[in-house]
């Protein structure tokens, strides 16, 4: 939702100048492996779910970000001019065309982001939060191989599920668009 607020923002007129502070802040997450930003929280925040949340949060502003933003940015200007002429404010232009019009994509950026979101929550187990990861930890620390195949093959599959229940839902509302 923080993503999304901020890429209505810096599409709407006059705030074009903070598109590139917007940029520059989602980006700041990516640019850390996850390992270092959970490092990084640890003292700040604490083991265990907390921190975990925290960078799940950071890593989800980028693809929901970069998403809505060309989403958003397609929308022809004609549209909104019509939407414009039949009346509508610039709150209803928002969630009646601009919006509607960008859900689809915003879907698959939701995707996006809920896809690495379990990659990166699976190695929060290495701070204390209660994850799939678990299986694969213990499977590191004792040697046992199966464990970590465990693991990564219930993390994988979760993930599929994930991606393609969201794909569904992306065709879903874009064939509700026609």
């Known amino acids: 939702m923080t993503a999304l607020l901020l890429a209505i923002w810096v599409t709407r007129p006059g705030h074009a100048q903070g598109l590139a502070l917007a940029r520059s802040v989602v980006s700041a997450a990516q640019t850390f492996p996850p390992v270092a930003v959970l490092a990084l929280l640890v003292p700040v925040i604490g083991f265990g779910d907390g921190a975990v949340v925290v960078a799940l949060f950071l890593y989800g502003l980028l693809p929901v970000f970069e998403t809505a ?3 958003l940015t397609r929308v022809s200007p004609s549209v909104l001019e019509a939407a414009r002429g039949c009346g509508l404010t610039g709150f209803q ?4 065309v601009e919006l509607a019009l960008s859900l689809p ?3 698959t950026g ?5 896809v690495t979101g379990l990659g ?6 290495t701070v204390g ?3 799939l990861g678990e299986v694969i ?7 046992n191989a199966a464990f970590v195949l465990e693991g990564a093959v ?3 599959l979760l993930a599929l599920v994930v991606s393609g229940a969201m794909e569904g839902v992306g065709r879903w509302v874009g064939a509700g668009r026609r």
Do not use: F, H, P
């Open 154 to 156: 219930l993390i994988g």
């Open 69 to 71: 933003l060309a989403e």
């Open 120 to 125: 990166l929550g699976a190695i929060g187990s």
């Open 137 to 143: 930890v213990a499977g590191l620390l004792s040697g």
């Open 129 to 131: 939060s209660r994850t």
């Open 105 to 107: 994509g915003l879907v």
């Open 93 to 96: 232009r928002l969630v009646r």
């Open 110 to 114: 939701l995707r996006l982001s809920l």
